[in-house]
């Protein structure tokens, strides 16, 4: 018994229509008629028969017809299909390292300053609009530690981590503490932290520090203050550069879907809870359509990758677009980059 049409594999026929028709809207913007698409992509098939083809995978959810007689467009289905099945993603690979300009991001000596760079990189390449989530303090490892001497018991805890990123608090201590006081707990605490990374001093190096010191040792203080300063793990941040390219895409200023993206990009909360689930998977993830926020976004597209220190996951970079973006150039952009990142990264990290 055959199989309901939406429920069976495509043949070869269907895939090599559905392949060719997605790159074509992809570049042209406009849907795909049967007549004209037989004759530039040369197929050995009637303008009837493919009609037949394009009915069919329109009723397999591929394709839609947005007006009778208007030719057909993919799906977020055609698209997924494409993007996970047809696309030869190394294709540009080449092209992409040379748009990329990674000696221009090899050269900041400080983190904020290395991912602004390669998010307007990945929208300059792209023509679309480039993003980046900024790893948690957790992931950073410590240089130097100081303490400073404020107002009313206060003291600013200032770290300074090997990636160049300076940590600022303010503790409030119950006793009135000397500058060589402090000058000997920076230097204390600089010895004995420098060199681990936040989680690895919070799981398990306070706990080491304390139990080789004396309770009635001043330095029991210093490990008091900076276990006060180093607790609280701020949310990460994130980085989009190139929103006006989406702007001069013809379908992503219809409302609706104008509406969705621009709510994805101010809500940031929003934005670094998608850009998260992607840190937890491996390679190159894309997220099309209602798989980006469950219906609440339309029309977009987002393609990420994680970066690495070592073999650790710690953020995110990608590119956001319209699903009718240009796969073959952003999946190997965002892949490529995203090597880039984890190089230097690692290596201001030991």
Do not use: W
Not at 177 to 200: I, M, N, P, Q, V
Not at 203 to 220: D, G, N, P, W, Y
Not at 330 to 338: I, M, S, T, W
């Amino acid at each position: 018994m055959a199989l309901p049409i939406n429920e069976r594999a495509l043949n070869d026929r269907e895939t090599a229509v559905l392949r060719a028709l997605v790159y074509e809207y992809i570049s042209s913007g406009k849907p795909v008629g049967s007549r004209t698409f037989v004759q530039k992509y040369s197929f050995t098939l009637s303008p009837a028969t493919m009609r037949n083809v394009m009915f069919d995978l329109e009723a397999m959810g591929y394709l839609i017809s947005p007006h009778t007689s208007a030719g057909r467009i993919p799906t977020d289905k055609g698209y997924r299909y494409y993007v996970d099945t047809l696309l030869d993603t190394y294709e540009s690979i080449l092209e992409s390292k040379m748009n990329l300009r990674e000696d221009l991001v090899r050269r900041e000596i400080q983190l904020e300053k290395m991912l602004s760079s390669i998010t307007r990189m990945l929208s300059g390449a792209s023509h679309y609009a480039g993003m980046v989530l900024t790893p948690k303090p957790d992931f950073a490892v410590v240089k130097h530690i100081e303490m400073v001497p404020l107002d009313s018991n206060e003291i600013l805890v200032i770290m300074v981590t090997r990636t160049g990123v300076v940590l600022n608090k303010k503790i409030t201590v119950s006793e009135s503490l000397t500058l060589d006081d402090l000058h000997r707990f920076s230097k204390y605490l600089t010895a004995e932290l420098g060199g681990y990374a936040l989680y690895e001093i919070r799981a398990k190096i306070f706990e080491k520090l304390r139990s080789e010191l004396s309770r009635e040792t001043e330095l029991q203080i210093a490990l008091d203050i900076a276990q006060l300063a180093l607790g609280d793990v701020e949310e990460p941040d994130v980085y989009i550069e190139g929103i006006e390219h989406i702007l001069h895409i013809p379908e992503m200023v219809e409302s609706d879907r104008l509406k969705g993206f621009l709510r994805l990009v101010e809500e940031k909360k929003l934005l670094a809870s998608i850009m998260e689930r992607c840190l937890e998977r491996d390679g190159v993830n894309t997220l099309i359509g209602d798989e980006i926020a469950e219906n609440e976004i339309s029309g977009c597209s987002i393609v990420t990758t994680s970066y690495k220190i070592g073999n650790r996951r710690v953020g995110v970079i990608g590119i956001i677009g319209p699903t009718r973006m240009d796969y073959q150039k952003v999946v190997p952009l965002v892949d490529y980059a995203g090597h880039v990142v984890s190089e230097l990264l690692t290596k201001m990290s030991r």
